[in-house]
């Protein structure tokens, strides 16, 4: 019915003339007269902004009509703000005051979702760090829910247990970030999420023994790791790797630190725990006697043994065996001197009676 109303309409109104007359006769009073209205020229269509996201506004206008303007949404007035989720033409046309319609004008209004923002890495373990980058926003300003500003930004995340079934392997935190345009407001946010993985605690270190003599053995275990036990030896002061394995036997010449971490099956790794000490010394030696009851004056010899190192005697002799004078009675002593250090001295009393 309204394409019928401005075809009609459209076929008064098209004509270039007015006032002409159609039929004529000698008597003026006779003559019937036709105004044909003018068609009000098509509206001029611009808007705000070319592209907008989902969930901001672009705001069009129309010009070049001395009428009113009437949208294809059915409203009136000379601009019109949209905000459409998708691509959407809008189109408009002038109405003159004698209720002549011209020509619409239409205009394309696109719309674009919120391209999805990237993590770098976005699998990470407690504790460290991820890049968070968002793209598009040329000339808006970027936002995201943590408060941070600017298309690239740092975050550090951290584990939660219980956040995500199964636990505790890991947990995940959404970061999404927004672009605002000075004249077209905020758009819809857009997401990405980090997964978390657990960290597993620092291995707490157990021996036995704990303190051994030289080139004896100790096995370190570590109680408290599900995952790999990483093993360090301190050497020069500078700790070396020295194996895996939820426990360790080690033989020793000297005193030593060993150190240890957990690595789970997602490669998070503990801090190392702090220096564990084996203690290694050197053995107090074994001392026999020649004899054990002897007249004065006869000579005895004492031999040491079980040191892998050098003898020490407390006069100097530095041989396992040593003849003793027994002439006076005293007290002999021997040390053990290794890789360990120097032993506690075995102590060989002679006694006159």
């Known amino acids: 019915m309204q394409k019928s109303i401005l ?11 007015k006032n002409r007359v159609f039929a004529q006769s000698a008597n003026p009073s006779d003559t019937l007269k036709v105004i044909i209205r003018l068609l009000p020229s098509k509206p ?5 902004r070319d592209s907008i996201y989902v969930g901001q506004a672009v705001t069009l206008t129309a010009a070049n009509c001395n009428g ?31 209720g002549c319609v011209g020509l619409k004008d239409s205009i394309k209004v696109n719309v674009q979702n919120v391209p999805i923002p990237t993590a770098s890495p976005q699998t990470i373990c407690d504790g460290e760090s991820t890049t968070l980058t968002a793209y598009g926003c040329s000339g808006g300003s970027i936002k995201w829910n943590t ?8 975050v550090n995340p951290t584990y939660s247990a219980g956040s995500v079934t199964p636990s505790p392997i890991y947990s995940e935190t959404t970061y999404s970030y927004t672009c605002t345009y000075p004249n077209n407001g905020q758009s819809q946010s857009a997401s990405v999420v980090v997964k978390v993985n657990f960290r597993p605690q620092v291995p707490v270190i157990s021996a036995s023994p704990t303190t051994i003599f030289t080139n004896g053995s100790s096995t370190m275990s ?16 500078t700790w070396t790797d020295d194996g895996t394995g939820a426990s360790k036997t080690v033989t020793l010449s000297k005193t030593s630190n060993y ?21 290694v010394s050197s053995p107090v030696p074994n001392v026999t006697a020649s004899a054990s009851d002897v007249c004065q004056g006869t000579s005895v010899t004492l031999t040491a043994s079980g040191c892998s190192g050098t003898y020490k005697w407390g006069a100097g002799q ?11 009675g005293g007290v002999y002593e021997v040390t053990c ?17």
């Open 259 to 279: 150190r240890a971490r957990c690595t789970s099956a997602q490669n998070c790794s503990s801090a190392y725990s702090g220096a564990f000490i084996i203690t």
């Open 68 to 98: 009113t303007i009437a949208w294809s949404n059915g409203t009136t007035g000379n601009s019109l703000t949209v905000s459409p989720n998708q691509t959407q033409f809008y189109a408009a046309f002038c109405t003159s005051t004698f």
């Open 337 to 353: 001197q290794d890789t360990a250090g120097i032993s506690a001295a075995k102590r060989i009393k002679f006694t006159l009676q």
């Open 44 to 48: 001029s269509l611009s808007k705000n």
């Open 222 to 237: 570590v109680s408290n790791c599900s995952g790999t036990v990483q093993w360090q030896k301190e050497m020069a002061n």
């Open 318 to 328: 530095t041989t396992p065996s040593i003849m003793v004078n027994t002439q006076t």
């Open 147 to 154: 408060g941070q500003t600017g298309a690239v930004t740092v």
């Open 7 to 17: 075809a009609l309409m459209a076929i008064f109104c098209a004509l270039s003339f």
